[in-house]
């Protein structure tokens, strides 16, 4: 036992027994500001006794800082990044990230039922970098906010979505399953096509600018964009790629997006499952 | 899916009604969507979800209050007040903590900001305190700022505004605070306003709809629905007076009304 320790051990015994009770959730984060210390020995220890209390504090209050930023980002439907809570939110209290994280997880799922869930990284789209990855998962630093609570509590007479919510997300799952049932990705001058088919205009009263819609999507993270070098496009012109972004991804699990191609044919039994073998096939997944 | 009771490690004990649980996780992310609902509403809302989750209905207040205390670490609050529009009672969801109008920019641009400001300008210090802005002289706002809207994109504000409910589309077409703008940028309007925004003498909450007395001196304003509470039913012939300066109180001399 260190010597402050133990003249902490003092102090407490000292006062009211009942303070045991009390202790373990100060002293969890008197442990942890402790260990942030020791990065920095200049501290000495009645000033680092001294500061305690207030770093605790401190930590606390960025925590529900970084609750709030969370709230907000996903108000704003914007992806959520480490780099920006750390700047934006914790400034000079960035090395104690991983502690604030942990809390900020605790509040958010205690308060609202909602979570942070770290997004999967772009794949790399050379398929050499692919193999070094070696099939591991590569985290991006980025967050969205999700909802935790069971499905069947998302109830529209509780949970409020406005018309252009409700539009928006109809066009995004078409779009989606598109580009699902085209092994994955698809180029701009097709997903045009299709979009001009389902006589959705460049320029709508319901969806707006498409071109922006679109951005709208990328930023998001529920689409990822790529600009395809000249040789693999075999074209002039810039040609760009559509794929599923990292938030469509943690959010639209792939059995959901099978159900819901295959729900439009109305098809029971064997002849459902030959369906929906056919859509992993156009999906490029082998089952 | 973990259920709402053991996502704590917790049992819910029946007779701890005021523990933080499912059915106040589920009704702050109902208010998350709603920000501002009318009580009546927001009770049905807290049955269903009692109903779904299988929960004991508690009192609304008491339920409003054991939110109240857990989400005010994160400058949040639940906050119950009387609509001044309608006189019904409502609920919102607001951010305690200062510099109000800057939480806009989680939504807003700068400029969209800065035209939101004007227009609460123009609605506030309105003549004879009638608190709202005809949707003509709103829209040419826009163009008048620099950088400049065009009136398409001016028009388009107008619409977010609305339909973020930080205003509203009086029947008239005027546009007028909405109650969330009223509960959530007090501080802002208070401070930005002194001359021009009152309170309630009977409630202490800002009016921009109610009764005023007619001595222009005299800064008595009530809220329709304060009003209507204080003074007796007038067919008993007496006189009513202000309760501060003793003038005459005209029932029909109003702020915040549609003119004819
Ligand atoms: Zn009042
Ligand atoms: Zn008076």
Redesign the pocket.
């Given at each position: 036992m260190s010597s402050r320790a133990r003249r902490q051990r003092i102090l407490r015994d000292e006062d009211d027994e009942d303070d045991e009770y009390t202790q373990p959730s100060t002293s969890g984060t008197q442990r942890e500001s402790k260990r942030i210390r020791q990065e920095d020995s200049s501290y000495n220890e009645l000033d680092s006794q001294l500061t305690a209390e207030q770093t605790s504090q401190d930590l606390e209050r960025k925590v529900n800082d970084t609750v709030r930023y969370a709230l907000a980002c996903e108000h704003r439907k914007q992806v959520i990044r480490k780099d920006d809570i750390a700047r934006k939110v914790l400034t000079d209290r960035s090395r104690s990230f991983p502690a604030i994280f942990d809390k900020t997880q605790a509040k958010l799922r205690h308060l609202f039922g909602m979570e942070l869930t770290e997004l999967v990284s772009k794949e790399k789209s050379n398929p050499a970098k692919r193999a070094a990855a070696n099939g591991k998962v590569v985290l991006s630093k980025t967050y969205v906010l999700r909802n935790i609570l069971p499905e069947e509590q998302n109830d529209p007479q509780i949970i409020h979505h406005t018309d252009d919510e409700y539009q928006s997300t109809g066009l995004l799952y078409v779009i989606l399953s598109l580009i699902f049932v085209n092994e994955q990705s698809m180029n701009d001058e097709l997903l045009m096509s299709h979009l001009n088919r389902l006589r959705i205009p460049e320029e709508s009263e319901t969806f707006g600018d498409r071109a922006r819609m679109l951005d709208g999507f990328v930023k998001q993270g529920y689409l990822q964009r790529q600009k395809l070098n000249a040789e693999v496009a075999q074209s002039d012109q810039p040609v760009f790629q559509y794929s599923w972004g990292p938030r469509a991804k943690a959010e639209v699990p792939e059995q959901n997006m099978v159900g819901l191609i295959s729900s439009v044919y109305h098809v029971q039994g064997s002849e459902l499952d030959r369906l929906q073998d056919s859509i992993y096939k156009a999906a490029s997944i082998d089952t | 899916m973990a259920t709402t009771e053991t996502m704590n490690g917790q049992e819910q004990h029946p007779h701890e009604m005021t523990e933080y649980n499912g059915t106040h996780r589920l009704f702050m992310q109902s208010m998350l969507s709603h920000r501002i609902l009318e009580e009546s509403q927001a009770e049905v809302i807290y049955e269903k979800i009692c109903d779904m989750l299988n929960a004991d209905k508690a009192d609304f207040g008491d339920f409003v209050a054991v939110i109240n205390k857990e989400i005010s670490d994160v400058d949040l609050a639940l906050r119950r007040t009387v609509d001044e529009y309608n006189s019904s009672a409502i609920i919102a969801l607001v951010n305690t903590r200062g510099d109000e109008v800057a939480q806009l920019a989680t939504t807003y641009t700068a400029n969209e900001i800065g035209f939101f400001k004007r227009v609460l300008e123009l609605i506030v210090t309105a003549d004879d305190e009638a608190f709202s802005l005809g949707s003509m002289a709103a829209i040419r706002e826009g163009p008048k700022l620099k950088p400049a809207f065009s009136q398409r994109e001016t028009e388009e504000l107008l619409n977010k505004l609305v339909a973020d409910k930080w205003l509203m589309r009086r029947r008239d077409g005027y546009y007028v605070l909405h109650m969330r703008s009223i509960i959530e940028l007090q501080n802002y309007l208070k401070e930005t306003f002194e001359n021009e925004i009152h309170e309630c003498l009977m409630c202490m909450e800002i009016v921009t709809v109610g009764e005023r007395?007619s001595?222009g001196r005299?800064e008595?304003r009530l809220h329709t629905h304060c009003a209507a509470g204080y003074f007796p039913e007038q067919d008993n012939g007496s006189e009513i007076k202000?309760p501060?300066?003793g003038?005459t109180w005209a029932r029909d001399n109003t702020i915040g009304t549609i003119r004819q």
């Open positions: - | 007395c001595q005299c008595v202000c501060t300066c003038t």
